[in-house]
């Protein structure tokens, strides 16, 4: 494997298990979960989340270099220009991370019955 490919790994996990802290504070806030079955529910959430994360992230990024635009025309100026370049720099990654956590936390929190 490319070192590319390990740095886009680690990053993709890195981001997945800070999206899944940060929904983890969200339903303990809201009183729904007691300590021990918050815990084994981070726990697995985190085990089941993050590969689902990377897997997200690299289909993301498969999307990214397959739509890719080789010129950004825009006209908005140079802020729609500096979007426009940072979007397609990690967007689709970023997506694809946010919905590849986002589905197996959502199934967990559902199966502990932390969601209605």
Partial sequence: MDIDYK?????????????????T?????????GIG??????????????????????????IRTAA???????SNGVWGLLFQKIFWK??????GILFGAAIPFMILSKLFGFAE
């Fill in 25 to 33: 504070i969200v339903l303990a806030q809201n009183g729904v979960m």
């Fill in 90 to 95: 990690i967007g689709p990654q970023a997506i």
């Fill in 37 to 62: 079955k918050g815990t084994v529910f981070f726990l697995i959430a985190v085990l089941v989340g993050i590969p689902c994360g990377v897997i997200g992230g690299i289909i993301g990024n498969i």
């Fill in 68 to 74: 890719h635009p080789d010129m950004i025309i825009t």
């Fill in 7 to 23: 740095k886009s790994i680690i990053c993709y996990a890195i981001t997945s298990f800070f999206w899944i802290i940060c929904w």
